[in-house]
């Protein structure tokens, strides 16, 4: 054992404890005794998941310097990337190329890197190139080699996708027997494809996994299956059987002899087991027990944190569900999720409430416990929020009882109509005109609901250059006397969220845009660049959607995103809530500034957090509809 290891172990278990701060204190300490690279390794993943480019930098070359090879290079190539050292980056990934001894996996890494960093300067077709030299890198693997490298292969699958290269990659696959599996890469180019391509049905995926699963059974499939399951509305008996199959699974995964897996795959069973759980009273503890097993693994899952701190505020333990959102904001210090739990601990009422608000600001910002500082207006915030979300939830709950009614309503006036046109006279012209009237309000009303749901995105990368092409592209087709361009900066990074909640965000914003220059055929102009993020970190991208239509008067700027209210004769008014919400389940920020006779400019702000990207999977959910 090495002399190190003790303090190696004390780094790893303050890290599971999300103490990151204490965590880099005991491993530095080994760092400079232990002559071996693995220190430096570990702090340099540390640094990573807390968006410290520079000083993940720093770690990877004292790696690289200890022990070089393809290892340390691909991690100093992902520091650099994320610090938008896009030179060194490429040369760090270049010589993992060149290195001896250097596996598919190893060069289908690098080669995802290089594409990264060519997209960084809008290089689209070295990027697609190089996510292709991916894909080429990793076909001569077999299935078995291919399954434990699931994540990498849906990050390849991802990138030749977003290039546009989806169906081609596929087609370049040998094709599979008849009923037989496309295997592990067919599978993750199918589930990537599905996210833009409607044809690529839920079935069609699910037959594939079923028939991989059968071929070469592995955790990682099986994980996949059920993850899509649980996607769909289960009965209970289907639920039981789901959460039976997870928990079997979860204990195979946690006890991976062969050490295949990785530790990120080894979490995902235990979060899954707990997103099965977690909606039944009944599974409660179950589901805090699979949380808590999963952040053990991966403790710097700031939703899975979250999601705990729910269930243990749901049950009362305030002092554990505290400990969760301390966890989550020494990682992270803005996430809102964390703010809004926060604000649900706080009583006024209690003579404990300056300790509490002393604990949560101490974690998101050492030492700000006796002075707030600028932590202070997020707990503000997050605590009008939560109010608001109560009101909008019982709003949404009664909503329901409604949008039945009139649903009801509508079938009842289309019945009568069909008996009226048999008997002739104008009774069916004016029950004609109820329904349409009743199924006008039916859709209006569906749509104000929908405004009131909070947004639950799916995590994935999402290049926001061609995203907002294809807006763009389709807003300008509904309003095609209004001139719409887009100007880019370079090196735009990607942004993490979910695809189609943010086209459909930006899509109301772009639309609304349009719609207010169709008169006069004004122009619009979409600028999209990448800003420096308050006190370092990975950078933010900003969206600045501006036009020169009538404007907004200044009293209703305010009021702009409340369900319902709309400055258009014809506007349902659920536009910009909606695309308030999904920026705000991104822990973004959208802003509006305008003017009676001078236009409109809204301000849309995204996290991109590259340095933590390779960290979480899934395929984003479809969320469809505008105003």
Same mark, same amino acid.
């Given at each position: 054992? !090495?002399?190190?290891?003790?303090?190696?172990?004390? #780094?790893?278990?303050?890290?599971?404890?999300?103490?990151?701060?204490?965590?880099?204190?005991?491993?530095?300490?080994?760092?400079?005794?232990?002559?071996?690279?693995?220190?430096?390794?570990?702090?340099?993943?540390?640094?990573?998941?807390?968006?410290?480019?520079?000083?993940?930098?720093?770690?990877? $070359?004292?790696?690289?310097?200890?022990?070089?090879?393809?290892?340390?290079?691909?991690?100093?190539?992902?520091?650099?990337?994320?610090?938008?050292?896009?030179?060194?980056?490429?040369?760090?990934?270049?010589?993992?190329?060149?290195?001896?001894?250097?596996?598919? $996996?190893?060069?289908?890494?690098?080669?995802?890197?290089?594409?990264?960093?060519?997209?960084?300067?809008?290089?689209?077709?070295?990027?697609?190139?190089?996510?292709?030299?991916?894909?080429?890198?990793?076909?001569?693997?077999?299935?078995?080699?291919?399954?434990?490298?699931?994540?990498?292969?849906?990050?390849? $699958?991802?990138?030749?996708?977003?290039? #546009?290269?989806?169906?081609?990659?596929?087609?370049?696959?040998?094709?599979?027997?008849?009923?037989?599996?496309?295997?592990?890469?067919?599978?993750?180019?199918?589930?990537?494809?599905?996210?833009?391509?409607?044809?690529?049905?839920?079935?069609?995926?699910?037959?594939?996994?079923?028939?991989?699963?059968?071929?070469?059974?592995?955790?990682?499939? +099986?994980?996949?299956?059920?993850?899509?399951?649980?996607?769909?509305?289960?009965?209970?008996?289907?639920?039981?059987?789901?959460?039976?199959?997870?928990? #079997?699974?979860?204990?195979?995964?946690?006890?991976? +002899?062969?050490?295949?897996?990785?530790?990120?795959?080894?979490?995902?069973?235990?979060?899954?087991?707990?997103?099965?759980?977690?909606?039944?009273?009944?599974?409660?503890?179950?589901?805090?027990?699979?949380?808590?097993?999963?952040?053990?693994?991966?403790?710097?899952?700031?939703?899975?944190?979250?999601?705990?701190?729910?269930?243990?505020?749901?049950?009362?333990?305030?002092?554990?569900?505290?400990?969760?959102?301390?966890?989550?904001?020494?990682?992270?210090?803005?996430?809102?999720?964390?703010?809004?739990?926060?604000?649900?601990?706080?009583?006024?009422?209690?003579?404990?409430?300056?300790?509490?608000?002393?604990?949560?600001?101490?974690?998101?910002?050492?030492?700000?416990?006796?002075?707030?500082?600028? =932590?202070?207006?997020?707990?503000?915030?997050?605590?009008?929020?939560?109010?608001?979300?109560?009101?909008?939830?019982?709003?949404?709950?009664?909503?329901?009882?409604?949008?039945?009614?009139?649903?009801?309503?509508?079938?009842?006036?289309?019945?009568?109509?069909?008996?009226?046109?048999?008997?002739?006279?104008?009774?069916?012209?004016?029950?004609?005109?109820?329904?349409?009237?009743?199924?006008?309000?039916?859709?209006?009303?569906?749509?104000?609901?929908?405004?009131?749901?909070?947004?639950?995105?799916?995590?994935?990368?999402?290049?926001?250059?061609?995203?907002?092409?294809?807006?763009?592209?389709?807003?300008?087709?509904?309003?095609?006397?209004?001139?719409?361009?887009?100007?880019?900066? +370079?090196?735009?990074?990607?942004?993490?969220?979910?695809?189609?909640?943010?086209?459909?965000?930006?899509?109301? =914003?772009?639309?609304?845009?349009?719609?207010?220059?169709?008169?006069?055929?004004?122009?619009?102009?979409?600028?999209?660049?990448?800003?420096?993020?308050?006190?370092?970190?990975?950078?933010?991208?900003?969206?600045?959607?501006?036009?020169?239509?009538?404007?907004?008067?200044?009293?209703?700027?305010?009021?702009?995103?409340?369900?319902?209210?709309?400055?258009?004769?014809?506007?349902?008014?659920?536009?910009?809530?909606?695309?308030?919400?999904?920026?705000?389940?991104?822990?973004?920020?959208?802003?509006?500034?305008?003017?009676?006779?001078?236009?409109?400019?809204?301000?849309?702000?995204?996290?991109?957090?590259?340095?933590?990207?390779?960290?979480?999977?899934?395929?984003?959910? !479809?969320?469809?509809?505008?105003?």
């Amino acid at each position: 054992m !090495s002399s190190t290891q003790p303090l190696q172990d004390l #780094g790893e278990r303050y890290w599971a404890l999300g103490l990151p701060a204490a965590a880099t204190s005991a491993l530095a300490r080994a760092l400079a005794i232990e002559p071996g690279p693995e220190p430096a390794i570990r702090l340099t993943e540390i640094a990573m998941a807390q968006g410290e480019s520079a000083v993940a930098k720093r770690y990877a $070359a004292i790696a690289v310097e200890r022990a070089p090879g393809p290892q340390t290079r691909l991690l100093l190539g992902a520091a650099l990337l994320a610090g938008g050292e896009l030179t060194g980056a490429r040369r760090a990934f270049s010589a993992v190329l060149d290195a001896r001894g250097v596996t598919p $996996a190893q060069r289908a890494r690098a080669h995802v890197g290089l594409s990264r960093a060519a997209a960084q300067v809008g290089d689209a077709p070295g990027a697609s190139a190089q996510a292709g030299a991916a894909l080429e890198a990793l076909v001569p693997l077999g299935p078995e080699a291919l399954a434990v490298e699931l994540p990498l292969i849906e990050e390849v $699958a991802a990138l030749l996708v977003g290039h #546009g290269r989806g169906a081609e990659a596929l087609a370049s696959l040998p094709p599979p027997a008849p009923g037989g599996s496309p295997g592990p890469l067919g599978i993750a180019l199918l589930m990537a494809r599905a996210t833009t391509e409607s044809s690529i049905s839920d079935a069609a995926i699910e037959a594939a996994l079923a028939a991989e699963e059968a071929a070469r059974p592995t955790p990682a499939i +099986a994980m996949r299956r059920l993850e899509r399951r649980l996607r769909r509305r289960l009965s209970d008996d289907e639920r039981t059987a789901t959460i039976a199959e997870l928990e #079997g699974l979860a204990e195979a995964v946690l006890s991976d +002899a062969g050490g295949r897996l990785e530790v990120a795959e080894r979490a995902r069973a235990w979060f899954l087991l707990a997103k099965a759980c977690e909606d039944d009273p009944q599974r409660g503890a179950r589901a805090m027990d699979s949380y808590r097993r999963g952040l053990a693994l991966q403790p710097g899952h700031v939703e899975a944190a979250c999601r705990l701190a729910l269930l243990l505020l749901a049950r009362g333990d305030a002092e554990a569900a505290l400990g969760e959102i301390e966890r989550v904001l020494r990682v992270d210090h803005a996430h809102g999720t964390a703010w809004r739990n926060a604000a649900r601990l706080l009583d006024v009422q209690s003579p404990t409430v300056a300790a509490v608000v002393g604990r949560i600001l101490d974690a998101a910002a050492p030492g700000a416990g006796r002075a707030a500082g600028s =932590v202070a207006p997020h707990l503000l915030t997050a605590t009008v929020e939560v109010v608001r979300h109560d009101v909008l939830a019982g709003v949404y709950a009664h909503g329901h009882r409604v949008k039945n009614l009139l649903g009801i309503i509508g079938a009842r006036a289309r019945s009568a109509r069909k008996l009226a046109q048999e008997q002739g006279g104008d009774v069916a012209d004016r029950l004609r005109d109820l329904e349409s009237d009743v199924t006008s309000l039916y859709e209006e009303w569906a749509l104000y609901l929908r405004s009131m749901q909070e947004q639950t995105p799916t995590v994935e990368r999402v290049p926001l250059g061609p995203l907002m092409l294809e807006v763009v592209a389709a807003a300008g087709a509904r309003n095609q006397h209004v001139p719409i361009t887009i100007e880019q900066a +370079a090196g735009l990074p990607d942004v993490r969220g979910d695809r189609m909640l943010l086209r459909e965000a930006l899509m109301n =914003v772009v639309s609304n845009a349009a719609e207010a220059c169709a008169a006069t055929s004004s122009d619009v102009t979409v600028r999209l660049r990448s800003i420096a993020a308050a006190g370092g970190g990975a950078p933010l991208v900003e969206i600045e959607i501006a036009d020169r239509g009538p404007g907004i008067a200044r009293a209703h700027l305010g009021r702009l995103f409340v369900p319902g209210f709309t400055t258009k004769e014809t506007g349902s008014g659920v536009g910009l809530a909606i695309a308030e919400r999904v920026i705000t389940a991104h822990h973004g920020r959208i802003s509006v500034d305008s003017a009676e006779g001078q236009g409109t400019t809204v301000i849309i702000t995204l996290p991109t957090d590259v340095s933590v990207l390779s960290a979480l999977g899934g395929i984003a959910a !479809s969320a469809g509809g505008r105003s």
